[in-house]
């Protein structure tokens, strides 16, 4: 009698995983393995879904209680489930991310397992994937590696000598201004999170010193439309990354800072620094309780303000070359500057007791065993296809700043012959940055469910729904 395997969105297998086979292993179930596994269920192909916590994990326990998302509501356009509330402008906070994922799940049924981790990946000597988990090795012919580039939270090594009373956390900890000690706080960073951190204590009255970075910045809303509207139309997101002249400065560089809070607005540090925030450059060095810092700050906030009016120019450009009739805007203009940078700072003179580290996320792909990385440990792939054919990445960066999925379809899937479907599964994948922003205010997403059974190549049969 053949063993069984019920999969299904609560995600608890029955039985281990060792020896099921089936064409293709999707391993992350975040939003960029749900898309994949739409597409392959769209098309009859059987397959798991592998999620080392939970559907929306990420969400639900590494998003602060005020985050939002920072690219407007229409532009979330998951395969089969795009935005269909109305607020398409607005910017959904976190429990309505969870809800929007929790929902896509639901409407179906992807066969997912929960609580699994991928712990090796390689390929035998017939060329199948073996993909070793802690439930079991499986063996599939595809791969899709849907975990994305935020994986590791990343402490720089002089956190190790700052003093042992400090409270230090990274971003991914961060929950709200009353979980952290009385007293001031220094953020360090001013990525998209650092920013957005700083501006939830700020705004609760707390005293803030902000080390600022490299990182740059855009407007909101420039010339009657949200500025993500106008990059939308100038087809700026739908350039694959080897499009762009400076290819590694797309790829690595921080995400422009900008907010989708209390229906979006622009973040200027310099107007944080007018209305009391401390502010400061790149934090370089630590001896103890004092810090000292690169005299950058005004060059930091000069680059992001240039970068926000360069934007502008291509907006301008495009609407002049496109006769549009659009309102004109005034120019940016700076509501603060440094007159002496501050380079040194003791901790402990001023009341310091909290630090919050937004120092970004790195990459852990030690448990892959397959040839699909450069010599400096970034995946190789175009648009999500690496030279290894059967596999492929979802989750990988890419200029476009929201969980979006491009009109072409993450994976594509031969239907017209199915005796040979697991042989022709190939394709073109996501184009995924990391999920900051998305939104519904509808509180009622439709929900489709259906159960089918689909038989695996072996002696398991895995049931789908």
Request: glycine share 10%; hydrophobic share 35%; net charge positive.
């Amino acid at each position: 009698m053949a063993l069984t395997t019920e999969v299904s969105t609560q995600g608890s297998a029955r039985q281990d995983l060792e020896g099921l086979r089936c064409s293709a292993v999707i391993v992350g179930g975040g939003q960029a393995g749900l898309s994949m596994s739409y597409c392959l269920t769209q098309r009859g192909v059987d397959h798991v879904l592998l999620e080392r916590d939970r559907v929306a994990h990420d969400w639900a326990d590494r998003r602060w209680d005020s985050f939002c998302l920072v690219t407007p509501n229409w532009q979330c356009q998951l395969p089969g489930f795009p935005y269909a509330g109305d607020d398409p402008d607005g910017f959904m906070i976190r429990d309505e991310v969870i809800r929007y994922l929790e929902h896509y799940a639901k409407s179906f049924g992807p066969p997912v397992v929960e609580g699994v981790t991928a712990t090796r990946l390689r390929r035998d000597r017939e060329g199948c994937y073996l993909v070793g988990t802690s439930r079991g090795e499986l063996i599939a012919d595809h791969v899709v590696l849907a975990t994305g580039p935020y994986q590791v939270p990343r402490m720089p090594r002089l956190a190790d000598r700052l003093p042992d009373e400090l409270t230090q956390i990274h971003s991914s900890q961060y929950r709200s201004p009353d979980r952290l000690p009385p007293g001031e706080v220094l953020v360090v960073g001013t990525g998209q999170s650092g920013c957005q951190i700083a501006e939830d204590l700020h705004l609760a009255g707390r005293q803030v010193h902000l080390a600022v970075g490299s990182a740059p910045r855009v407007a909101r809303f420039y010339r009657g439309r949200d500025v993500v509207a106008w990059l939308e139309d100038i087809g700026y997101y739908r350039k694959a990354v080897s499009e762009f002249a400076d290819a590694d400065t797309v790829r690595f560089r921080v995400n422009h800072y900008v907010t989708g809070r209390d229906g979006g607005r622009d973040i200027d540090l310099r107007a944080f620094a007018r209305d009391g925030m401390r502010m400061y450059g790149r934090l370089v060095g630590a001896t103890g309780a004092a810090l000292r810092f690169a005299p950058d700050l005004a060059k930091n906030l000069d680059h992001a303000d240039a970068v926000s009016e360069s934007i502008k120019d291509s907006i301008d450009s495009y609407i002049d070359a496109h006769h549009i009739d659009a309102p004109p805007e005034p120019r940016y203009t700076p509501v603060w500057a440094p007159e002496q940078e501050s380079t040194q700072l003791d901790l402990g003179d001023i009341g310091i007791t909290s630090v919050a580290w937004s120092t970004g996320f790195g990459r852990d792909d030690r448990w892959i065993e397959v040839s699909v990385f450069d010599g400096r440990g970034h995946p190789t792939h175009d648009r999500g296809v690496p030279p290894v054919p059967t596999t492929c990445f979802g989750g990988s960066r890419a200029p476009r700043p929201a969980p979006i999925v491009s009109p072409d379809c993450p994976l594509y899937v031969s239907a017209t012959n199915t005796r040979h479907r697991r042989s022709m599964i190939s394709g073109r994948t996501i184009r995924w940055a990391y999920l900051t922003r998305l939104r519904t205010r509808s509180s009622s997403l439709s929900v489709r469910g259906k159960r089918r059974w689909v038989r695996c190549r072996a002696t398991r049969t895995m049931k789908t729904g």
